[in-house]
T-cell receptor, first 114, second 115 residues
Framework: DADVTQTPRNRITKTGKRIMLECSQT?????MYWYRQDPGLGLRLIYY???????NKGEISDGYSVSRQAQAKFSLSLESAIPNQTALYFC?????????????FGPGTRLTVL | GQQVMQIPQYQHVQEGEDFTTYCNSSTTLSNIQWYKQRPGGHPVFLIQLVKSGEVKKQKRLTFQFGEAKKNSSLHITATQTTDVGTYFCAGPLGAGGTSYGKLTFGQGTILTVHP
């Protein structure tokens, strides 16, 4: 969905490096999410934000931090990358009910930590 | 903790065969959603079920929500090669309306269709 963009699309980095993944949306949604996808584990929630002043930890937040710079922007940082953070990362947005919980995903960032 | 379990993890079918994936929640859900992720792509919303016992159809896809609102299924009739991908169920786990917007996804079922 072109309404949700992620940069970079691919990134290879080394252990210990700081990495930032960025997400922007033009859907006008208040709610934004970061997930990671690993084979056999589905999509696991890292952090979520229901508005600019609201940041919440998800299921697997250790080793990650986020910043909600504006309604349209939500960044994910890996302060000191480690190899088991190699994964596919998705940003998603959702609006308010009654459109409800439906989530719209960005194209993903494939991150490799060597 | 609260979970959404999905089976099978993999399914290989011949084109024209039917396919079903099942989703079970450890708690009652206010709604359940289904998403499809094509190979190399991102998850895309398919449908949301809200009512107990609800059945919805989209062409060859039939979605059901259990009477207890703790399980759901997606059935594809006469699969085509365009059906390949990973199918995820997802539900808003948590108390009442406090979790809405935050979804817990099943592990997904990877469907392969052999021509």
């Amino acid at each position: 969905d072109a309404d949700v963009t992620q940069t970079p699309r691919n990134r290879i980095t080394k252990t210990g490096k700081r990495i930032m993944l960025e997400c922007s949306q033009t859907k006008g949604h208040d709610r934004m999410y970061w997930y990671r996808q690993d084979p056999g584990l589905g999509l696991r929630l890292i952090y979520y934000s229901f508005d600019v002043k609201d940041i919440n930890k998800g299921e697997i937040s250790d080793g990650y931090s986020v910043s909600r710079q504006a309604q349209a922007k939500f960044s994910l940082s890996l302060e000191s990358a480690i190899p088991n953070q190699t994964a596919l990362y998705f940003c998603a947005t959702s609006g308010h009910r009654p459109a409800g919980d439906t989530q719209y995903f960005g194209p993903g960032t494939r991150l490799t930590v060597l | 903790g609260q979970q959404v379990m999905q089976i099978p993890q993999y399914q290989h079918v011949q084109e024209g065969e039917d396919f079903t994936t099942y989703c079970n929640s450890s708690t009652t859900l206010s709604n359940i959603q289904w998403y499809k992720q094509r190979p190399g792509g991102h998850p895309v919303f398919l449908i949301q079920l809200v009512k107990s016992g609800e059945v919805k159809k989209q062409k060859r896809l039939t979605f059901q929500f259990g009477e207890a609102k703790k399980n759901s299924s997606l059935h594809i009739t006469a699969t085509q090669t365009t059906d390949v991908g990973t199918y995820f169920c997802a539900g808003p786990l948590g108390a009442g309306g406090t979790s809405y917007g935050k979804l817990t996804f099943g592990q997904g079922t990877i469907l392969t269709v052999h021509p």
